[in-house]
T-cell receptor, first 116, second 111 residues
């Protein structure tokens, strides 16, 4: 089945450690996105990538890093510089062809990161 | 940046009641999307709207793209327990790569 997978579902780390969250999609989508969601809040964009080997900062990129070496994969690293890393992290993807007007984003199941 | 005002922030209703929520903005958009998020899960796309005035249904859900292109509403008829969750609107302008999300409407249903 086509879809977006994020692993693991729950992740615990000690303060000061970097941690990498996985996001894989087999939808053949060009664009991928990372969002952060805090309790009772909406979605805030961290980073996004429209093509392989290229990515742009979103609204809250500080303390995070990404890579896009393959079309299917867009891992997010939460670094020790991120002051409040505990949150629910959501990955999304979309077709994102320039000539395509209809660019709905489809989301993965999310990873809940807790930093102790 | 662009701001969306989604209301109400929360709703407490009885099973079987109809639900209405909306999103408004001072900016003009080309796309309105409505998502539902279950607790601990990722948002799922419910309805996508692409033309001003467009009215689209998906089962008991109906959404409309406002004629001014600055707003959209989502209605749920005859609510059932599985409708519980957070509903988000999202929008973008043509050519834009990022979606703008509303803050969500949390729906709670009393059986």
């Amino acid at each position: 089945d086509g879809g977006i997978t994020q692993s693991p579902k729950y992740l615990f780390r000690k303060e000061g450690q970097n941690v990498t969250l996985s996001c894989e999609q087999n939808l053949n989508h060009d664009a991928m996105y990372w969002y952060r969601q805090d309790p009772g809040q909406g979605l805030r964009l961290i980073y996004y990538s429209q093509i392989v080997n290229d990515f742009q900062k979103g609204d809250i990129a500080e303390g995070y890093s990404v890579s896009r070496e393959k079309k299917e994969s867009f891992p997010l690293t939460v670094t020790s510089a991120q002051k409040n890393p505990t949150a629910f992290y959501l990955c999304a993807s979309s077709i994102d062809k320039r000539e395509f007007l209809y660019n709905e984003q489809f989301f993965g199941p999310g990873t809940r990161l807790t930093v102790l | 940046g662009q701001q969306l005002n989604q209301s109400p922030q929360s709703m407490f209703i009885q099973e079987g009641e109809d639900v209405s929520m909306n999103c408004t903005s001072s900016s003009i958009f080309n796309t309105w999307l409505w998502y539902k998020q279950d607790p601990g899960e990722g948002p799922v796309l419910l309805i996508a709207l692409y033309k001003a005035g467009e009215l689209t249904s998906n089962g008991r859900l109906t959404a409309q793209f406002g004629i001014t292109r600055k707003d959209s509403f989502l209605n749920i008829s005859a609510s059932i327990p599985s409708d519980v969750g957070i509903y988000f609107c999202a929008t973008k302008t043509q050519g834009a790569q990022k979606l703008v999300f509303g803050q969500g409407t949390r729906l709670t249903i009393n059986p």
